[in-house]
T-cell receptor, first 110, second 112 residues
């Protein structure tokens, strides 16, 4: 079993839909990261969470430490949100030893 | 543009060869991370340096080595290359850790 799991693997949505991507992890973490990888390959860090909830524009990330679960929500989705979303668990406070989820491929149709 | 630069963008080489990938972090960032992304393995953490010292090690093969220089740029050396080493290699940097990371554009390595 992978230390970091994501669901769904693939997601197709219509523009303006509310989207949720889930991440569950089985390791102790110091932080949980959400990354976005565009079709061209570039990676952007969206959030780093150690507790609670963060919001940036139409993106919201939440984490439940007790349940070892995090969600990424996209409100009013847009075709430019089409990308692979990856969650990564940072396993240590001394140095950041990352374990990545397999990614969720999101396609938002106009 | 994240402010992290990687060279070269593309590299094509043969099995058994050795290559060096270079990363310049954002101005002011002390921490550098290396990642490998292959089609079958996804993203994997290789190694982290902080202000010249190794801080964390992931799934880095013994044929691979890295270092961070006094000017904070970093190099990843890959030797005795195998077909399976073909991948995208990303570098990222952060001010410290745990902190948000800023990713470079990657180096695409093809081993023939």
């Amino acid at each position: 079993k992978n230390e970091v799991e994501q669901s769904p693997q693939n997601l197709t949505a219509q523009e303006e839909e509310f989207i949720t991507i889930n991440c569950s992890y089985s390791v102790g973490i110091s932080a949980l990261h959400w990354l976005q990888q565009h079709p061209g390959g570039g990676i952007v860090s969206l959030f780093m969470l150690s507790s609670g909830k963060k919001k940036h524009g139409r993106l919201i990330a939440t984490i439940n430490i007790q349940e070892k679960h995090s969600s990424l929500h996209i409100t009013a989705s847009h075709p430019r949100d089409s990308a692979v979303y990856i969650c990564a668990a940072s396993k240590s406070d001394y140095g950041q030893n990352f374990v990545f989820g397999p990614g969720t491929r999101l396609s938002v149709l106009p | 543009d994240s402010g992290v630069t990687q060279t070269p963008k593309h590299l094509i080489t043969a099995t058994g060869q050795r290559v060096t990938l270079r990363c310049s972090p954002r101005s002011g960032d002390l921490s550098v991370y290396w990642y490998q992304q292959s089609l079958d393995q996804g993203l994997q953490f290789l190694i982290q340096y902080y202000n010249g010292e190794e801080r964390a090690k992931g799934n880095i093969l013994e044929r691979f080595s890295a270092q961070q220089f006094p000017d904070l740029h970093s190099e990843l050396n890959l030797s005795s290359l195998e077909l399976g080493d073909s991948a995208l290699y990303f570098c990222a940097s952060s001010v410290g850790y745990p902190n948000e990371q800023f990713f470079g554009p990657g180096t695409r390595l093809t081993v023939l």
